[in-house]
């Protein structure tokens, strides 16, 4: 099974009766000045929040007491609905995660409009999250005080109850409210960027997308030329690694 791969790294010019040239030349300027955290082109972006994404699902999966015990300030967790929510939104993570990376790394518009629904429905979570929280976190010094109406009304809740021993309530909730709303900001952030990638995908002429025929060339149709030293000098030392087999096999 021996490959040959044909490095075409030429620019992919359209028939001249192609009236989308324009269109494409418009796009491909607007994907160069729509960036992410200011610096990124919006698909390493993705590529890089989806990666991310995987990663850390996966470290919940494989750590998940750590992660629930350690991780409360950013993702909640001081009662069983919002765990539950946290570890729907963890253990899904892993699929839509390696969606989203696959999307942005072979350009599929479909995986990244999946990914960018799960992003979504991982807001809807976080939002549910803080309403589960916040009433329990406002009542904690009430387990010092009066801890037989807390356990009837609440159910016995072990986390609280040693942060009221130890007075750490207030310092719990400041730290709370501050990280799990800017961990919201930043989620909400980065979905409403992979949004902007996916119109960008579906805006761009098809004959910018790559061609699953020739991964070599195609990794650079939906770029600007300016961004095009930069992918150069990633993808190009390299044989694209994730490449499906699909591609490889066309081009032995």
């Known amino acids: 099974h021996h490959h040959h ?7 992919h010019t359209p028939k001249a009766e ?53 991780f409360l300030a950013v993702m909640g967790g ?33 995986y ?14 976080w939002l549910f999250m803080l309403k589960e929280d916040i009433p329990l976190l406002l009542r904690c010094e009430n387990w010092v005080d009066s801890v037989e109406s807390m356990k009837e009304t609440y159910g016995w809740n072990a986390e609280l109850f040693d942060s009221a021993m130890a007075g750490r309530c207030h310092s719990d909730r400041v730290h709370f409210f501050i990280l799990s709303t800017l961990t919201l900001l930043v989620l909400s952030y980065v979905a409403s960027a992979t949004s902007q990638y996916s119109e960008l995908m579906s805006s761009v002429p098809k004959h910018l997308l790559p061609v699953p025929k020739d991964l070599s060339s195609g990794i650079y149709y939906a770029h600007s030329t300016g961004e095009r030293g930069y992918i150069n000098g990633m993808y190009g030392a390299v044989p694209p690694v994730g490449a499906p087999s699909t591609l490889r096999e066309e081009q032995a």
Not at 5 to 11: F, K, S
Not at 38 to 65: D, K
Not at 82 to 110: D, E, H, T, Y
Request: aromatic share 14%; proline share 2%.
């Open 5 to 11: 791969h044909h490095h075409h790294h030429h620019q």
């Open 18 to 70: 192609d009236v989308a040239s324009m269109q494409s030349q418009s796009a491909s300027n607007q994907s160069y000045h729509q960036t992410m955290f200011f610096c990124l082109s919006l698909r390493l972006g993705v590529l890089l929040c989806s990666g991310i994404t995987l990663a850390w699902s996966l470290f919940y999966c494989l750590n998940r007491h750590f992660v629930e015990s350690h």
């Open 112 to 125: 990244i409009s999946w990914y960018n629904g799960w992003e979504m429905l991982r807001l809807v979570a």
């Open 78 to 110: 001081y009662c069983l609905a919002s765990r539950i929510a946290m570890a729907i939104v963890q253990v899904s993570g892993v699929p839509f995660g390696m969606l989203g990376f696959l999307g942005a790394w072979n350009c599929k518009p479909a």
